[in-house]
């Protein structure tokens, strides 16, 4: 018997409007030497340590299932943060703690621009509408701004990243705490960069009901094994445990990370060094005469350039060395951002920057 086929004039008709317009976040895979776009720690483990990761994946069952609640994870995370294990619940990455938030207060999503892409993505995956209010010319956030749009559209949700990405400033204290006693929203507080800033809004947790606090390991080194921690009341807690996956954290990641984490004095050298290598690399570009470069917390640095953006990031690309360009119309023209690397690395990006600048 010959099986029907089904007919289908456009299967895309089947698929969400929000999603149909949707545009997939982009990640540039060139191969390079020098791979400074995407603000990981250029830092790999060193080989005692790697050794160490090694003997306990051997161990590990992977024809199990993992840990459902992580609670040797949660413990390592307890004590690299300071963070009460009861008061925390971990993602696959900080992308699936947003989307959680997202599910569980819907929107409208407010969130100042320019900022980390995936508040917006993920709020419009999840059908929500998203409100944008942009940064001042300095980058700095407009906190009356901010609230007055929470106001007028009612938003459940309001996204700072602090420091944020992709500008490296920090929002100003003052800033903050006044959309986060005056807005009647979640208002998160997105601290990726924290340990390239050392300053944290955590102490403030008990006194903001409304206050959720996200973290990562990404930045400071463990960009593979995808483990982001979120922290709020314990009310908000139990509610947005409900939302979480079960078994989202791999085996492998949880087995990992507690070890690689039992090494706090090598990511707190590493971290170190990035700060010192971040401010010797904004000396550096701060003397070539054409670029603006922008004050940074965080472990990468966003710059202007006189000349076009996109001639300078292929020029680079054909060198070898990738970094990220962000230049768009509005305050971004022109801007690209450099992931702190290895001194030896940082050198050889701002030396092939002033040979291509002098070429134009």
């Not at 070890?259 to 070539?288: G, M, P």
């Amino acid at each position: 018997m010959r099986k029907k086929i089904a007919k289908i004039k456009n299967i895309a008709n089947l698929l969400k409007p929000e999603i149909r317009r949707l545009k997939a976040y982009s990640v540039d895979e060139s191969p390079a030497r020098l791979k400074m776009d995407a603000m990981e720690n250029p830092f790999p483990l060193p080989d005692e340590i790697r050794q160490e990761l090694a003997e306990a994946l051997k161990s590990e069952q992977i024809n199990r299932y993992p840990d459902p609640s992580a609670a040797q994870l949660k413990m390592s995370l307890a004590d690299l943060w300071g963070i009460g294990t009861q008061r925390m619940v971990l993602g696959n990455g900080s992308d699936e703690l947003i989307q959680m938030i997202v599910l569980a207060f819907g929107g409208p999503v407010l969130v100042p621009v320019p900022t980390f892409a995936m508040y917006e993505i993920i709020s419009k995956t999840l059908a929500q509408s998203v409100v944008a209010v942009p940064l001042k010319k300095d980058f700095s956030l407009d906190a009356d701004k901010m609230l007055k749009k929470t106001r007028d559209v009612r938003a459940k949700v309001i996204f700072l990243a602090c420091p944020n990405n992709p500008t490296g400033n920090r929002f100003s204290d003052e800033a903050i705490l006044k959309i986060l006693n005056k807005a009647n929203a979640i208002v998160v507080i997105d601290e990726a960069y924290f340990s390239f800033s050392g300053k944290t809004f955590l102490p403030l947790l008990s006194s903001y009901p409304n206050m959720i606090i996200l973290r990562t390991l990404s930045k400071i080194g463990f960009a593979g094994l995808r483990i982001g921690a979120l922290t709020t009341s314990s009310k908000l807690i139990n509610e947005l445990a409900k939302i979480r996956l079960p078994y989202n954290i791999s085996t492998l990641s949880q087995a990992a990370a507690v070890v690689a984490l039992r090494h706090k004095n090598t990511l707190n050298r590493q971290i170190s060094l990035l700060i010192s290598a971040r401010e010797r690399l904004y000396n550096a570009l701060s003397q070539i005469h054409s670029i603006t470069v922008y004050p940074s917390e965080a472990n990468f640095i966003l710059f202007k350039t006189g000349t076009d953006a996109a001639y300078l990031y292929e020029k680079l690309r054909e060198s070898g060395i990738l970094i990220k360009n962000l230049s768009r119309p509005g305050i971004l023209s022109n801007c690209l951002r450099v992931t702190v690397g290895t001194p030896e690395e940082n050198n050889e990006f701002v030396d092939t920057v002033k040979k291509i600048l002098k070429t134009v």
